[in-house]
Structure formats: C-alpha cells, structure tokens
C-alpha cells in the first residue's frame, strides 16, 4: 500500500515539474528532466503497490475458498491455484490473518 500512495506522489510532483517548466528562469531543461525521473520512478512504484494488492486479494479469495472447500488451508495448493511462491503466499496468509480477513483459527496445512 505504501508503494502505491508514494508512487501517485511522486505522479503528481512529475506533473507540477511540467507544469512549471515554463515559470523556471534558468530554463525549461532542469524541470523537463526531474518531471521526467519523478513521472518514471512513481509510475514503477505504483505499478509494484496495484500488483501487491491484487496478488495480495487473489491470495484471500483463494485461501477463503480453500477453507470452505475443505476446512483447512493447504499452502502448496494455494500457490498453485494463486501462482505464487508458497513462501510468499504463506506470509500474505499470515498478514491477512493478523488483519483479521482469514480466521485466526483456521488450520495452514
């Protein structure tokens, strides 16, 4: 989350840069360049936050499908189903856990 609101930042400070390139008594080049790194860096950052959080929900929907399915959460099958590494899908599991989205309860097999 935090990838994606600093990412929309540093969106906005690119476009104030060349919104100002006009106004910059030394010339347009040094605003052009900053609005052009910041406008990079915040788009990859915003891109890295939105694909976070959407492999973040598919991870939940399928944990929650899986306990309904079969009473517990079986980490290797969630990765297959979510295409995510089973190391990575476990600790998006216990996030949403502590979260309280998953049952605390709920047995990770």
């Known amino acids: 989350m935090k990838r994606l609101i600093w990412g929309i930042v540093l969106l906005a400070f690119g ?19 900053m609005g052009g790194l910041s406008l990079a860096g915040g788009g990859w950052l915003a891109n890295c936050g939105f694909r976070f959080l959407k492999q973040r929900t598919v991870v939940g929907e399928s944990a929650l499908r899986l306990l309904r399915k079969y009473g517990r959460i079986d980490g290797l099958r969630l990765a297959a189903e979510t295409e995510v590494g089973e190391v990575c899908a476990r600790k998006i599991l216990a996030d949403l856990q502590r979260t309280g989205v998953v049952p605390l309860n709920a047995e990770v097999v």
């Not at 476009?15 to 360049?33: E, Y």
Request: proline fraction near 11%; charged fraction near 0%.
């Open 15 to 33: 476009l104030l840069f060349f919104a100002s390139a006009g106004n910059n008594p030394q010339g347009p080049m040094g605003s052009i360049m």
